[in-house]
């Protein structure tokens, strides 16, 4: 059994690390739900492509948090027992709590940057995937086998709902989700506004939730249960108030970096990871690409900043450049 990238992620311009990432998470796939006896790719490699992909998303959520939990409960036990057996059973763990990441945070990058329609079909895929470990999970990987979404969905909902509390809402919302986007291919999905691509977001940041609720209550105990919803919640809630306001205008990052500058942030050299953290202390998430493209514009010629070796720092005083207050 293999895990094939989705067609309509070809509609969509890849990240510079999507394609290594896909790789990783494929040979995951493979090594967690093949037969073992047909396993070629050794498990440390394995564990070792996933060490690398947590690397990069920590990089972009500005957070090694979901490493954190991912080493604690699954990726260091697997690596300390040689029961096959409890390998198994860890690597689908792994599996079943990461499918949601990749295109999630592609997701929150394409929605920071206004990309909206972009963001909605992201947010199609995380559906697509949800689904398909949620019939494997739970044994009813045969649903995978009928060709609607929908019908996919209804046919789970039906084999799961006296097991679980929670496989209603979340068809409710899979569903919704899923028509944001034609279900015909991604290149029918049409024109998405700002406030629908932040309510697929918060929506599927829902989903999460009731998926792992569900696994938790039919097949498979996520002890990290708390963690990965808290992580999740945390970042969508700053991360879509920073692109609409309630008057559904944008928080630019290099706004919020020249506001900084004014107040003397860049006397000292910065390093990205020092401005992210300030960033966050303020109330601002923005993905670290998004911030690097934001010091990069503000550090051109004639710009406010000047960038040494690896940090940031004011190009002249700030009483010389700024005339008035940029944020009060």
């Known amino acids: 059994m293999q895990e094939s990238a989705p067609k309509s992620i070809e509609e969509l311009t890849k990240f510079p690390d999507e394609d290594k990432i896909e790789e990783v998470q494929e040979r995951l796939f493979r090594t967690a739900w093949g037969e073992s006896s047909s396993l070629t790719v050794p498990l440390g490699r394995t564990l070792d492509g996933l060490n690398e992909i947590l690397s990069i998303w920590s990089k972009i959520l500005a957070s090694d948090k979901l490493a954190q939990i991912l080493n604690f409960y699954y990726i260091g036990p697997v690596m300390s027992t040689s029961d096959s057996l409890?390998?198994?059973?860890?690597?689908?763990q792994i599996d079943l709590t990461t499918c949601f990441f990749h295109h999630y945070i592609y997701a929150f990058d394409e929605f920071v940057n206004r990309k909206f329609r972009n963001?909605?079909?992201?947010?199609?895929?995380?559906?697509?995937r949800i689904v398909k470990r949620l019939a494997l999970g739970t044994g009813f990987a045969d649903a995978l086998a009928i060709p609607k979404f929908e019908d996919q969905v209804n046919r789970l909902r039906s084999e799961l709902n006296s097991k679980s509390d929670s496989v209603d809402d979340l068809s409710n919302f899979l569903q919704y989700v899923y028509r944001q986007r034609s279900a015909r291919g991604a290149h029918d999905t049409k024109a998405a506004t700002a406030l629908t691509s932040k309510s697929c977001m918060t929506t599927t940041a829902t989903i999460?939730?009731?998926y792992l609720n569900v696994l938790d209550e039919v097949a498979h105990k996520i002890e990290p249960k708390d963690e990965l919803v808290d992580l999740v919640n945390s970042t969508i809630s700053?991360?879509?108030s920073i692109v609409v306001s309630q008057e559904g205008h944008r928080?630019?990052?290099s706004k919020i970096v020249e506001s900084l500058y004014r107040r003397q942030f860049f006397q000292m050299p910065r390093t990205v990871v020092q401005i992210q953290d300030e960033l966050g202390r303020l109330g601002y998430?923005?993905?670290?690409?998004?911030?690097?493209?934001?010091?990069?514009r503000l550090s051109e010629r004639e710009g406010i900043l000047s960038k040494k070796g690896k940090t940031y720092v004011q190009r002249q005083p700030t009483t010389e450049y700024f005339k008035k207050e940029i944020i009060d």
């Open 86 to 92: 409890q390998q198994t059973r860890l690597l689908r």
């Open 285 to 296: 998430t923005f993905p670290r690409q998004t911030v690097s493209d934001a010091l990069y």
């Open 251 to 253: 928080v630019r990052p």
């Open 238 to 240: 700053t991360g879509t």
């Open 208 to 210: 999460y939730m009731l």
């Open 119 to 128: 963001s909605v079909i992201r947010c199609g895929l995380i559906c697509e």
